[in-house]
Antibody, heavy 121, light 108 residues
Framework: QVQLVESGGGVVPPGKSLRLSCEAS????????FYWVRQAPGRGLEWVTL????????DYADFVKGRFSVSRDNSKNTLYLQMTSLTTEDTALYYC??????????????WGRGTMVTVSS | SSELTQDPAVSVALGQTVKITCQGD??????ANWFQQKPGQAPLLVIY???ARPSGIPDRFSGSSSGNTASLTITGAQAEDEADYYC???????????FGGGTKLTVL
């Protein structure tokens, strides 16, 4: 069955870096576009970045441009999010989500359980 | 910046019908998707492309749209429908997705 498992979260001081991973299984990873979506404690969902199946298209929310970088290794069925210059505003549960083009733009049909990033001194 | 606006909270009596709305300019050019999120769980897609239901989603969930407003209707709300509901849509000018702020649904 389809599974997305995020890892790499933790507690880091402001200004530091962290790399998140999202390991996929149960489907053809290299045919899907993926997103990172975050949710600050008690807050709503917030799109962070997207990366197309062949890495030809990527985009970032304004609040992470220049600080975060998304990548993927299709041979390892894994999506990454490199986060640098972290601030307390980046504290959130980070989800990876699969976009189903069959269902349409923004139709995230599978999500991981998320990995928590806490930025605190 | 693009925005999707949702009422922060809505309540419905058990077995009654409730409509949750999502308003924004992007909805005039792009359809809405709807997600249900229960406490401690990842979001779940309940409506895509405005009015289509993924496999396994009960038919009491339906979607519609008019002008710049998309709606999620639950006909005969059940206790297990109590959750946060989020819409999203594509901002064509920016070519990325935008989420609404979410609506907390309480089933009384």
């Amino acid at each position: 069955q389809v599974q997305l498992v995020e890892s790499g979260g933790g507690v880091v001081p402001p200004g530091k870096s962290l790399r998140l991973s999202c390991e996929a299984s149960g489907f053809a990873f290299n045919t899907f576009t993926f997103y990172w979506v975050r949710q600050a404690p008690g807050r709503g969902l917030e799109w962070v970045t997207l990366l197309s199946y062949d890495e030809s298209h990527q985009d970032y929310a304004d609040f992470v441009k220049g600080r975060f970088s998304v990548s993927r290794d299709n041979s390892k069925n894994t999506l990454y999010l490199q986060m640098t210059s972290l601030t307390t505003e980046d504290t959130a549960l980070y989800y990876c989500a699969r976009e189903s083009l069959l269902l349409g733009w923004g139709a995230f049909d599978f999500w991981g359980r998320g990995t928590m990033v806490t930025v605190s001194s | 910046s693009s925005e999707l606006t949702q009422d922060p909270a809505v309540s419905v009596a058990l077995g009654q019908t409730v409509k949750i709305t999502c308003q924004g300019d992007t909805l005039t050019t792009s359809y809405a998707n709807w997600f249900q999120q229960k406490p401690g769980q990842a979001p779940l897609l309940v409506i895509y492309r405005r009015d289509a239901r993924p496999s396994g989603i009960p038919d009491r969930f339906s979607g519609s749209s008019s002008g710049n407003t998309a709606s999620l209707t639950i006909t005969g709300a059940q206790a297990e429908d109590e959750a946060d509901y989020y819409c999203n849509s594509r901002d064509i000018s920016l070519n990325h997705v935008v989420f609404g702020g979410g609506t907390k649904l309480t089933v009384l």
